[in-house]
């Protein structure tokens, strides 16, 4: 049985994870930053499943972990979605071309869906460190039930891989 085998880099894509069905308690090991992820990955999941989640920051470029760039994609990017594999191994990561939480706003708004709605005043980066509070919880939510193709498609990925094990 897999355990843990989800690694998001922050509270915000944890909490996307739980939307999309994954449960915290045996699915989901939060790291702290794409480097935590990668460095999780390496040290922690050799020879195991482990798909990480990470923003393709353009800030933190600069000073990704070294192992980073190990990762080739694997088919084709969609909804600026990449899926990505370190060599033959059964490490994987999910990557959102640019930061993911601006991301959300632009598919929200384009369904009526929008942050001031549930009294959202502040970016939504600004709840990656911190616990994800509840009204953000269902602005999620509800993007995604409105729009639910991009994250599918993420949840596509993640149970394809998890099946070939």
């Not at 999941?45 to 980073?68: F, M, S």
């Not at 005043?121 to 999620?140: A, G, M």
């Amino acid at each position: 049985m897999l355990h843990n085998y989800l690694l998001p880099e922050c509270n915000f894509e944890r909490e996307m994870l739980t939307i999309l069905g994954y449960s915290i308690k045996t699915d989901i090991y939060k790291a702290n930053g794409c480097n935590g992820v990668i460095t999780r990955i390496k040290n922690e999941y050799k020879g195991k499943l482990a798909i990480g989640w990470i923003d393709e920051d353009p800030t933190q470029h600069v000073n990704r972990h070294p192992d980073y760039f190990n990762y080739t994609e694997v088919g084709l990017a969609k909804y600026k979605v990449h899926f990505k594999r370190k060599g033959e191994s059964n490490n994987y990561l999910i990557e959102i071309e640019g930061e993911f939480e601006p991301w959300f706003e632009p598919i929200g708004s384009s369904k009526q869906i929008r942050k001031a709605d549930f009294k959202i005043k502040n970016p939504l980066h600004e709840y990656s460190k911190n616990e994800v509070p509840p009204n953000v919880k269902e602005y999620l939510r509800r993007v995604v039930e409105a729009n639910p193709a991009p994250f599918d498609y993420i949840r596509y990925l993640i149970e394809r891989v998890k099946n070939n094990q």
